[in-house]
């Protein structure tokens, strides 16, 4: 193969890609599904890792929960940030609600080796997610007093989070 045709077959590639990520990026923004915004927060009940119970209803003030799953690089990516939140604001509940089909104790190892801090909740048949319309991982939701208060699409760092969290004060 000559070098010309190298060089076209890397220019056909690139174009490809650009095509796909800007078809993608069109998507993401005018056609998949939005998270719920605003309203009253739906009420679940999901295990944590160590088999108990948390319902949200029964939380009070703020809460944030991260929607996530185990092999998606921008939810591993923000771990380092939400677990700094969680260590700077042990008052406010941040809770990882994982999507993975996998048994618990497979995420539990999973999570304690990527560094999780806080609790993270399993919703392995995204009945949760689903409700509350989350399409793209990671998404963060601040909740208050039991409504949605903001919701954020893709990663956060703890400066974000923390900007979320006071928006609602």
Not at 29 to 34: G, Y
Not at 37 to 59: K, N, Q, W
Not at 83 to 108: E, N, Q, W, Y
Request: proline residues 8%; glycine residues 4%.
């Amino acid at each position: 193969m000559s070098w010309d045709n190298l060089k076209g077959l890397a220019r056909d590639w690139i174009l490809a890609i650009a095509v796909v990520l800007a078809l993608w990026f069109l998507w993401m923004q005018f056609l998949a599904p939005q998270p719920k915004s605003s309203g009253p927060a739906p009420d679940f009940a999901l295990a944590d890792l160590s088999g108990e119970e948390v319902r949200l209803s029964e939380l009070e003030d703020v809460v944030v929960l991260n929607f996530w799953f185990t092999s998606c690089p921008p939810c591993r990516h923000e771990i380092p940030e939400l677990s700094a939140f969680h260590t700077a604001h042990p008052d406010v509940p941040i809770f990882g609600v994982s999507i993975d089909r996998m048994p618990t104790p497979k995420l539990a190892a999973i999570s304690k080796k990527l560094g999780i801090n806080y609790p993270v909740l399993h919703d392995a048949n995204s009945k949760v997610a689903a409700e509350y319309g989350v399409s793209l991982f990671p998404t963060t939701v601040v909740i208050h007093d039991g409504k949605i208060a903001t919701v954020r699409m893709g990663e956060v760092n703890r400066r974000s989070l923390e900007a979320m969290v006071a928006s609602v004060h």
